[in-house]
């Protein structure tokens, strides 16, 4: 729609009375409807503009679109307003309706992993255990365990298991771990000489500090002594 200057300098809508011919005469609005200047309508809002859909509906049947109504839309579109893909539903039915699409579209009936009583569940959760107790039972089950080595070793034959810590070349603090920079720890980890000079450096220091604290009390006692 074109826009224009009021009389403080500001820009506004410049509005056209809406008729079924000039169809497109109109804006989106923020949820996606298309609205329409049509102040003759008595449902329209303060500035003269009603949804589109809902001046289709009125101009067919003669409704005004009242309080707890809407108009749905079968087509999912809400920018097909045409009478055709146009119903009045009141708003709970409404909700209803799409509520029972979309767990229609997304409930599933699968068996539990661990005792195979089925139960329902959606697409987006993915569950397998239909309580958290049942879970608990079959990770101490020895059929888990199998099947869990069972896994393992078939991603080892795929190569599919990598060793993150070994394709490290730099410790956290960006020294290489090269033959004279590497210590081996008991559990076979790899540690970092300069790192551990480093903390065995600030160890010693905080210790000689902790011995030097009741020196320092027992030479100020004495300043005050005198």
Same mark, same amino acid.
């Given at each position: 729609? /074109?826009?224009?200057?009021?009389?403080?300098?500001?820009?506004? #809508?410049?509005?056209? $009375?809406?008729?079924? @011919?000039?169809?497109?005469?109109? &804006?989106?609005?923020?949820?996606? &409807? $298309? #609205?329409?200047?049509?102040?003759?309508?008595?449902?329209?809002?303060?500035?003269?503009?009603?949804?589109?859909?809902?001046?289709?509906?009125?101009?067919? !049947?003669?409704?005004?679109?009242?309080?707890?109504?809407?108009?749905?839309?079968?087509?999912?579109? !809400?920018?097909?307003?045409?009478?055709?893909?146009?119903?009045?539903?009141?708003?709970?039915?409404?909700?209803?309706?799409?509520?029972?699409?979309?767990?229609?579209?997304?409930?599933?009936?699968?068996?539990?992993?661990?005792?195979?009583?089925?139960?329902?569940? !959606?697409?987006?959760?993915?569950?397998?255990?239909?309580?958290?107790?049942?879970?608990?039972? &079959?990770?101490?089950?020895?059929?888990?365990?199998?099947?869990?080595?069972?896994?393992?070793?078939?991603?080892? @034959?795929?190569?599919?298991?990598?060793?993150?810590?070994?394709?490290? !070349?730099?410790?956290?603090?960006?020294? /290489?771990?090269?033959?004279?920079?590497?210590?081996?720890?008991?559990?076979?980890?790899?540690?970092? #000489?300069?790192?551990?000079?480093? #903390?065995?450096?600030?160890?010693?220091?905080?210790?000689?500090?902790?011995?030097?604290? /009741?020196?320092?009390?027992?030479?100020?006692?004495?300043?005050?002594?005198?």
């Amino acid at each position: 729609m /074109p826009r224009i200057h009021d009389s403080n300098g500001k820009f506004k #809508r410049s509005f056209r $009375f809406w008729t079924p @011919q000039n169809w497109d005469e109109g &804006y989106f609005e923020t949820r996606g &409807y $298309f #609205r329409v200047f049509r102040p003759d309508y008595p449902g329209a809002y303060k500035d003269g503009s009603a949804k589109r859909s809902h001046i289709v509906y009125w101009l067919n !049947t003669g409704h005004v679109i009242r309080k707890g109504e809407i108009i749905h839309h079968h087509n999912e579109n !809400t920018h097909d307003d045409c009478f055709s893909n146009l119903q009045l539903m009141k708003r709970d039915d409404h909700m209803a309706h799409h509520r029972g699409e979309r767990s229609q579209k997304l409930r599933l009936i699968i068996s539990c992993h661990g005792c195979g009583i089925p139960f329902s569940t !959606t697409a987006k959760q993915g569950l397998k255990f239909h309580s958290p107790g049942c879970y608990r039972e &079959y990770r101490k089950s020895e059929e888990s365990r199998i099947k869990h080595s069972e896994l393992m070793r078939e991603k080892a @034959q795929r190569g599919e298991l990598r060793n993150y810590e070994r394709e490290k !070349t730099h410790c956290p603090s960006g020294h /290489p771990y090269d033959a004279a920079n590497t210590r081996l720890s008991k559990k076979g980890s790899r540690l970092c #000489r300069i790192c551990h000079r480093a #903390r065995v450096k600030a160890r010693k220091i905080r210790l000689r500090q902790a011995r030097m604290v /009741p020196q320092i009390h027992r030479l100020l006692n004495q300043e005050e002594a005198i």
